[in-house]
């Protein structure tokens, strides 16, 4: 079976907003419905926890009410983040554990990349099929890597090669009994795929669209809304 989580305990710090960024809108809705949604409409995932932070008070706003109803019964919300990702990650998984087996598979996805679409999802579902390790959505590099020297101003201090090099995205999908260990071993772990690296695994990479944006400065706001508006949300 296939479950999802989105950790969304952060306060965006990075994006400079008076909310967290997960909050902050698109046409009407914010970021994080937009990833919620993908997760819910797909019908192979049973249930998407969204990890709040206990002091969460912007979910329960009356403006979005409806839209978190219209999400439907799959969706479940947890007041159990922690102060980093792998902890609301680790915590969620500790209060699913008497809905999910260790064989079941677990989606992570970042409440701030909203432009997950059906057919990157159905791509991982299956090209991650019966792994034994699972994987994640990633990108090719595309472009060319600088070093920089200590000291200011910066200055390069050597050219890293980009052959072979990709960049992570999610979801990130792991199977349930390895991936709680692998976090509570590695609790410093920036994402699910190191986690399971640091236990001695390799996750399998699973080429992605770079449409598939993680919402972090200001400007990937407009992207997001021009990538969706594009579409028309219907992917």
């Known amino acids: 079976m296939y479950y999802a989580i989105v950790p969304a305990a952060g306060a965006g710090s990075r ?13 009407g809705r914010p970021l994080i419905w937009y990833a919620l949604s993908a997760l819910c409409r797909h019908p192979a995932i049973s249930c998407v926890w969204v990890t709040l932070a206990p002091e969460d008070s912007y979910w329960a706003s009356p403006r979005w009410r409806d839209l978190w109803l219209d999400l439907g019964a799959r969706l479940e919300v947890v007041f159990c983040g922690g102060e980093s990702r792998a902890q609301s990650v680790r915590n969620t998984l500790i209060a699913a554990a008497t809905t999910i087996a260790p064989e079941d598979w677990v989606l992570v996805h970042d409440a ?9 999802l159905d791509r991982l579902l299956a090209e991650i099929g019966e792994d034994p ?27 890293i090669p980009r052959e072979a090099l990709w960049q992570a995205q999610t979801p990130q999908m792991f199977r349930y009994g390895p991936l709680a260990e692998a976090l509570e071993k590695n609790p410093g772990a920036t994402d699910e795929a190191g986690a399971m690296e640091a236990a001695g695994f390799a996750p399998r990479l699973i080429k992605s669209e770079r449409a598939n944006l993680k919402v ?13 508006r594009g579409r028309g949300n219907d992917e």
């Not at 994006?15 to 046409?27: H, S």
């Not at 701030?112 to 990157?120: D, E, F, N, V």
């Not at 699972?134 to 050219?159: C, F, M, W």
Request: net charge negative.
């Open 112 to 120: 701030a990349r909203p432009c997950l679409t059906r057919s990157l």
């Open 216 to 228: 972090t400065y200001p400007q990937d706001l407009a992207l997001a809304e021009w990538i969706l």
């Open 15 to 27: 994006f400079g907003a008076e909310l967290p960024k997960q909050y902050l809108e698109v046409m």
């Open 133 to 159: 390790v699972g994987g994640l959505l990633a990108v090719p590099l595309a472009d060319t890597l600088k070093q920089s020297a200590a000291g200011e101003p910066p200055a390069v201090a050597r050219t």
